[in-house]
């Protein structure tokens, strides 16, 4: 009965490489957001999709794609990752017809470790 | 412009004591304010939630916080301390539509010690 489920909970990789982190949400929701976690624990908004249309695109480098199939999946893809991009990545959802009072609902994050 | 300052990094209380973690905002028009716990290697967990009904708002696990708009401050309060609230918990505010997104304060780590 998980809500929000990331896939692989840690992913170790070298840099260069290109990875993709996956992301399902059961809750009907219409909205789906990915963030990342710094090592100090900062949480930063990366993208945010409605309904599968891109509507928030924070700074970002262009490595980072993110991909829509349906409104129940958005998926991260990191090309050439760099030392820099090692952190956890949290997707969450929410439904967008509360507006501003609807609170996210988070998975359990991805750890990702570049060497 | 929204924003969020979590007062303190690091708060350390005994069992059975209450907790106080500290959270003030900034936003251009009226907030909706969450307070959410990350427990270790896992993910966000949402303790509870302001959105403009009672300034009082209880959470989950004896949690609750008070929106005091004129000193801009939401503070999470609970009056006894347990060793399972040992976590990071994080202050955050929206402010505008819901496709907007959520900004986390900092965070505070809360230790609980026996």
């Known amino acids: 009965d998980t809500a929000v489920s990331q896939t692989p909970k840690y992913l170790v990789t070298q840099m260069g490489n290109d990875k993709s982190i996956k992301c399902e949400q059961n809750l009907g929701h219409d909205t789906m957001y990915w963030y990342k976690q710094d090592s100090k624990k900062f949480l930063k908004i990366m993208f945010s999709y409605n309904n599968k249309e891109l509507i928030i695109n924070e700074t970002v480098p262009n490595r980072f794609s993110p991909k829509s199939p349906d409104k129940a999946h958005l998926n991260l893809h990191i090309n050439s990752l760099e030392l820099g991009d090692s952190a956890v990545y949290f997707c969450?959802?929410?439904?967008?017809?509360?507006?501003?009072?609807?609170?996210?609902?988070f998975g359990n994050g991805t750890r990702l470790t570049v060497t | 412009a929204q924003s969020v300052t979590q007062l303190d990094s690091h708060v350390s209380v005994s069992e059975g004591t209450p907790v106080l973690l500290r959270c003030n905002y900034s936003s251009s028009y009226s907030p909706s304010l969450f307070w959410y716990v990350q427990h270790p290697n896992k993910g966000l967990q949402l303790l509870l939630k302001?959105?403009?009904?009672?300034?009082l708002v209880k959470g989950i696990n004896g949690f609750e916080a008070e929106f005091k708009k004129s000193e801009t401050s939401f503070h999470l309060t609970k009056p006894s301390a347990h060793m399972s609230d040992a976590a990071e918990y994080f202050c955050?505010?929206?402010?505008?539509?819901?496709?907007?997104?959520?900004?986390f304060g900092k965070g505070t780590r809360l230790s609980v010690i026996a």
């Open positions: 302001y959105t403009s009904a009672a300034t």
């Open positions: 969450a959802s929410s439904p967008a017809g509360q507006g501003r009072n609807s609170p996210l609902h």
């Open positions: 955050v505010v929206r402010s505008s539509s819901g496709n907007t997104p959520l900004v």
